[in-house]
């Protein structure tokens, strides 16, 4: 199973990114797929995560209202549209695959990108 993260960069506050992620070696289509984040001296922590039969998608709260994520079967990929950016969403997001993936937690997930990063700053 391979992951590509793309689409990170810098961005100012109240701007919108989208990133997106490219999954192989399974079809996406029956895989849970999340996006994580990890920032500088902070845990990897779940971000959204959308289960593999597309029925729940989970959001924290901080950033509920503001991110979307977005599944293409048929492309195999997966994009977080993220909205109104913050400060504190700088990070290197992660974008990570599981055959069964419980919960959005980074230990329910096997596979994983090598991240792209996204710098939120004036």
């Known amino acids: 199973v391979q992951l590509v993260e793309s689409g990170g960069g810098l961005v100012q506050p109240g701007t919108s990114l989208t990133i997106s992620c490219v999954v192989s070696?399974?079809?996406?289509?029956?895989?849970?797929i999340g996006w994580f984040r990890q920032a500088p001296g902070k845990k990897r922590e779940g971000v959204s995560c959308i289960n593999a039969d597309d029925l729940i998608t989970w959001y924290s709260d901080s950033v509920k209202g503001r991110f979307t994520l977005s599944r293409d079967s048929g492309q195999n990929s997966v994009t977080l549209q993220m909205n109104n950016l913050e400060s504190d969403d700088a990070a290197v997001y992660y974008c990570a695959a599981d055959k069964v993936g419980l919960a959005c937690v980074p230990r329910e997930y096997a596979h994983w990108g090598q991240g792209t990063q996204v710098t939120v700053s004036s």
């Open positions: 070696g399974v079809d996406n289509a029956y895989y849970a």
